[in-house]
């Protein structure tokens, strides 16, 4: 049983202010979650609360910490932490309404999280055997940043993610390996090109003087080749779009500020499907608009079957919002992000929802984040497949990567890895 909840203001990977929450049993044992926030965020996601006042820019989460101290808590402390579903769904019903703005999504995640460690430190087994019982086993596929643009730098880019995924790796080790290499390399053409070698909020390289946004994937060939690797075979290329944050709903276009263009849907469809004929990308996230189904509809027809289509502001990790995606047949894959939803009952049934779809769940950190490692654990209780977290430099990142270092080592002989056949459950 819970003895106490506690909520306190900590900071995160951009000097925000955010939420950390303590739950302590009865027996002393303690669990802890870090809540992490987003810049590119969803329309359709569940309410981040934010004070609104002149602390902190607006951006004080003193208010999610009352409520979660004030309103939360005597009301958890009858519960069983291991019942993880009730802890949820008591917070869900507190809350009250669909998208959990009454106390904050930040305020309830904070718990749940909380609740979760306390489960598994309670039993002393790590959160995702916990989570996911003897069946955790299936180690992920990492998809890293090595150039960050869009809202993570200032918009100096359009697009927001240049990432890498190995491929021909037969262990998660062996590929993290290779990204690291990676992104050493691209730091040095960077050097080189007498590029300012500074970092955008994920830890990848800070696009300064591009000329065009497809600079961006020449630039992630030469740095795979010049570690040594063949772009393609060795490693993909994944890029997040973020589109909907230069769409414009009313004109249905989207804005390439970088390359002074306006594209209709029909012309954004294929300028990506043209940078897939060639350069080796193997997975989109959010090429068009979350408002744009329609976009989101074409691209698929066009490259769902070749490669990896993700939506993140689309689907919002939200079922009804996949389903959607799902009968429309809109993309194959899915960005699940804790804090899109709001507690990690529903992230898991969003994850199962998704495979049980026959569509590719990623689990994902968010541009704001902390040492906290929950998503890790998450991944692989679910056996997910996919974990994108930024890049492979700054704490907050290498927490993640190296916590499933650590697993890896953890589970031995045991542990699978499934390198470039993650995608063929959808298909690709
Ligand atoms: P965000 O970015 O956390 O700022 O939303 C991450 C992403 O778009 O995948
Ligand atoms: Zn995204």
């Known amino acids: 049983k819970i003895k106490s909840v506690k909520a306190r203001q900590v900071f995160d990977s951009r000097a925000n202010p955010t939420?950390?929450?303590?739950?302590?049993?009865?027996?002393?044992?303690?669990?802890?979650?870090?809540?992490?926030?987003?810049?590119?965020?969803?329309?359709?996601?569940?309410?981040?609360?934010?004070?609104?006042?002149?602390?902190?820019?607006?951006?004080?989460?003193?208010?999610?910490?009352?409520?979660?101290?004030?309103?939360?808590?005597?009301?958890?402390?009858?519960?069983?932490?291991?019942?993880?579903?009730?802890?949820?769904?008591?917070?869900?019903?507190?809350?009250?309404?669909?998208?959990?703005?009454?106390?904050?999504?930040?305020?309830?995640?904070?718990?749940?999280?909380?609740?979760?460690?306390?489960?598994?430190?309670?039993?002393?087994?790590?959160?995702?055997?916990?989570?996911?019982?003897?069946?955790?086993?299936?180690?992920?596929?990492?998809?890293?940043?090595?150039?960050?643009?869009g809202a993570h730098a200032d918009n100096a880019i359009d697009i927001q993610d240049f990432l890498v995924i190995p491929t021909s790796a037969p262990t998660f080790s062996e590929g993290y390996e290779m990204v690291v290499n990676v992104y050493n390399a691209a730091k040095m053409i960077f050097k080189g090109a007498g590029k300012p070698v500074s970092i955008a909020d994920e830890g990848g390289l800070w696009p300064t003087g591009f000329q065009s946004n497809e600079e961006g994937l020449k630039l992630l060939c030469e740095s795979i080749e010049l570690a040594g690797y063949t772009p393609g075979q060795d490693l993909g290329i994944a890029l997040d779009i973020a589109s909907s944050e230069f769409y414009d709903p009313e004109r249905g276009t989207y804005r390439l500020e970088l390359e002074e263009k306006t594209l209709t849907k029909e012309e954004m469809v294929g300028m990506l499907s043209d940078w897939v004929d060639k350069y080796p990308i193997i997975s989109i996230e959010d090429g068009m608009s979350e408002l744009d189904w329609e976009g989101n509809l074409l691209l698929t027809q066009k490259l769902g079957k070749k490669i990896q289509l993700i939506g993140d502001d689309l689907f919002t990790t939200n079922i009804e919002r996949i389903r959607k995606g799902v009968e429309m047949k809109v993309d194959n894959a899915v960005l699940i992000k804790m804090n899109q939803i709001g507690t990690i009952t529903e992230t898991?049934?969003?994850?199962?929802?998704?495979?049980?779809?026959?569509?590719?769940?990623?689990?994902?950190?968010?541009?704001?984040?902390?040492?906290?490692?929950?998503?890790?654990?998450?991944?692989?209780?679910?056996?997910?497949?996919?974990?994108k977290v930024g890049s492979a430099a700054r704490s907050e990142r290498t927490a993640k990567w190296n916590e499933v270092l650590r697993i890896e080592e953890a589970l031995g002989s045991s542990a699978r890895y499934p390198s470039k056949g993650v995608f063929a459950a959808a298909g690709i």
């Open 348 to 387: 898991i049934e969003t994850i199962e929802f998704t495979q049980n779809h026959g569509y590719l769940p990623v689990v994902s950190a968010r541009s704001g984040e902390t040492e906290d490692c929950t998503i890790v654990h998450l991944a692989i209780a679910t056996n997910a497949g996919q974990l």
């Open 19 to 149: 939420v950390e929450v303590d739950i302590t049993l009865k027996d002393e044992t303690v669990g802890r979650g870090i809540v992490p926030s987003g810049a590119s965020t969803g329309l359709f996601e569940a309410v981040e609360l934010r004070d609104g006042e002149e602390t902190f820019d607006g951006k004080g989460v003193s208010k999610a910490i009352h409520h979660v101290n004030e309103q939360l808590a005597p009301l958890l402390l009858d519960i069983d932490v291991r019942d993880q579903k009730a802890i949820d769904s008591r917070l869900i019903e507190i809350d009250g309404t669909p998208n959990k703005s009454r106390l904050g999504a930040n305020a309830i995640l904070g718990c749940s999280m909380a609740a979760c460690w306390a489960g598994a430190n309670y039993y002393k087994v790590p959160l995702y055997r916990y989570l996911g019982g003897s069946a955790a086993n299936k180690l992920p596929v990492p998809m890293v940043q090595i150039i960050g643009g």
